[in-house]
């Protein structure tokens, strides 16, 4: 099974629903240790992603929601996934349909490219903890001859996993500070919104779930944009 | 938190129709992005400075457009950073053909979101420099490193000025440099702020308490503790600063004493006089001086305190004519 823009195209519309229907969650673990605006930030951007989804191929198609995501996102959730599309865009330019090696390339270069631009790396509580085992997975799945499919279940899983390891890390750049203990019991939101990239590439229901719960050990703090739902 | 604004989600926007309005002499204003420049932009031959940042923090950086200081300002939505987009429409509107200097506040967000334009730049001669006067901690909630704050007021006047009188891009590169390098900062809230579309405060602050070494959106410093005097508040931001640098007896200095936003100029001229005393106690002679809301956060309470070591040169950039919303001089 190979993915062409209509696999991608559906992928992209699954995110954006799951998106605006989580965006509160995503906002309040960002309430606690952020500044309390992923979800509406995530859903804008991926709001505008749906409504430029055109391109000859993938690789147009990747580019145009990178475009979308850098311009309405802001903040650094905005370059950080518009470097993740942009690079794995490139990593996948001319092909009209792409197999499981193009699978991990992308992967791969969308890896490094959130690396370079959010100058960090894993276990600093980022989407990395998610990106980076999603990657892993999906490489020694394709090395052992599994499909496209099986390699994206695999990565989700992956991608869950590292996202629910997040929550006893202390977050790197608050290390010294007040905060930054306090960022010890939650979530990461980042995370969040990577593993739910992640599962809506397989279009798994139960993973899908999965990838939009909160494993925090404390409740968000009361922070500006959290909403009693 | 009552405040005096419409529908939250339009107050960027229409904050920026306001001011094109009462300045429409000096600047233009884009709002596909959102972009501020001087109406006289490009200017041919000269650098052009582009900084931006998070809207909330005003006049920095709209108000600070016009000769003499910066070509171009990207509000991003309060409190956020601004887009790539947004970087790469102000660089192209106020390119001159001599190159482009982007100054940028150290912060996660404004760097990402600088560096993409940047790479997604393809005719401008675009240079970087990134400001982190903040003394108050390493590694921040929203930084690697210290956060740039007061100190990127002086570099965009003095760098304005140097642009403004024909210096080529290396040399007012080096120049926004040296200033970054001679420049320390830090700052207290006594209450918090509140974001238009939140509703609520960024964060607690008890009516006895201060937070120390708070960043510019109100971000965690070093301590929260009970309030002091002035005089006892000044000397834990000032000792801080003068011992980072350091800065020693016979130096030259521009006392900076900043309103968050919500302390009265009264307050700020108490403190004033407490800085100014402990500086000249250590032999640390106030040259040029700056007081009032030059970079605030909202409606937060509190000051900050910025000392930049002159030399001859800095000191000739800062007295140079300039004419933006917010500083006027010589002209």
Known sequence: MSVGNEQITTFLQRFAAEVAEHRRLLTRLDSAIGDADHGENMHRGMQAALSRLEGDNPAALLKAVSMALISKVGGAAGPLYGTAFLRASKAVEGKDALEAADLVAALDAAFEGVKQRGKSDRGQKTM???????????????????????????????????????????????????????????????????????ACMTGDDELITAAAEDASDKPPEQGPGVEDT | MKKLINDPTD???????????????????????????????????????????????????????????????????????????????????????????????????????????????????????????????????????????????????????????????????????????????????????????????????????????????????????????????????????????PFSDGDRVLLFVNGMGGTPLLELYVAYRAAHALLADRGITVERQLVGNWITALEMAGASLTVLKLDDEMIELWDAPVHTPALRKGR
């Open chain 1, 128 to 198: 990395l903890d998610a990106l980076g085992p999603a990657l892993d997975a999906a490489r020694k799945a394709v090395d052992g001859g599994a499909d496209v499919s099986d390699a994206l279940r695999r990565a989700a899983e992956a991608a869950d996993r590292g996202k629910r390891e997040t929550v006893p890390v202390q977050a790197q750049r608050g290390r010294a500070s007040y905060l930054g203990e306090r960022s010890i019991g939650h979530q990461d939101p980042g995370a969040t919104s990577t593993a739910m990239l992640i």
């Open chain 2, 11 to 245: 107050v960027v926007t229409e904050a920026l129709q306001g001011m094109e309005l009462a300045h429409s002499d000096l600047l233009k204003v884009s709002y596909d992005p959102h972009v501020i420049v001087r109406a006289d932009a490009p200017v041919q031959g000269k650098v052009a400075i582009v900084s931006g940042g998070g809207s909330g923090h005003e006049p920095m950086h709209g108000g600070f457009v016009g000769y003499g200081m910066l070509d171009a300002a990207c509000p991003g939505a309060v409190f956020t950073s601004p887009t790539p987009d947004q970087v790469q429409a102000a660089t192209e509107a106020v390119d001159g053909g001599a190159g482009v200097l982007h100054i940028v506040k150290n912060y996660t967000g404004d760097i990402a979101n600088f560096e993409m334009a940047g790479e997604l730049a393809e005719d401008a001669s675009v240079r970087t420099v990134v400001i982190n006067d903040d003394v108050a901690v390493e590694d921040s909630l929203y930084t690697a490193g210290r956060r740039g704050v007061g100190g990127t007021v002086l570099a965009e006047k003095i760098c304005g000025a140097a642009a403004e009188r024909g210096d080529d891009i290396d040399a007012v590169v080096a120049l926004c440099e040296r200033v970054n390098a001679n420049v320390r900062s830090m700052g207290m809230a006594l209450t918090s702020c509140t974001v238009p579309h939140a509703g609520e405060p960024t964060f607690e602050l008890g009516d006895d308490e201060m937070e120390i070494g708070i960043g510019i959106h109100g971000e965690p410093g070093r301590e929260r503790m009970k309030l002091e005097p002035a005089d006892a508040i000044v000397a834990r931001l000032l000792e801080p600063i003068i011992g980072d640098l």
